[in-house]
């Protein structure tokens, strides 16, 4: 799974992340719940198609 979450102070206090890809592409600051879930999501799919 290609992600990269990047957490300062502001993202902490905040409880987001900011988000990025392989190949530095930056998807930008999203809530931690959402990315969790985006990942959750992406292992799983990929799990059922292995």
């Known amino acids: 799974v290609p992600y990269l979450l990047v957490v300062g102070q502001r993202e ?22 959402a990315v969790l879930e985006r990942i959750v999501n992406a292992v799983s799919t990929r799990s059922r198609e292995a």
Not at 15 to 21: E, Y
């Open 12 to 33: 902490a206090d905040e409880n987001t992340v900011s988000l990025r890809l392989r190949h530095r592409r930056d998807e930008g600051v999203h809530s931690l719940d």
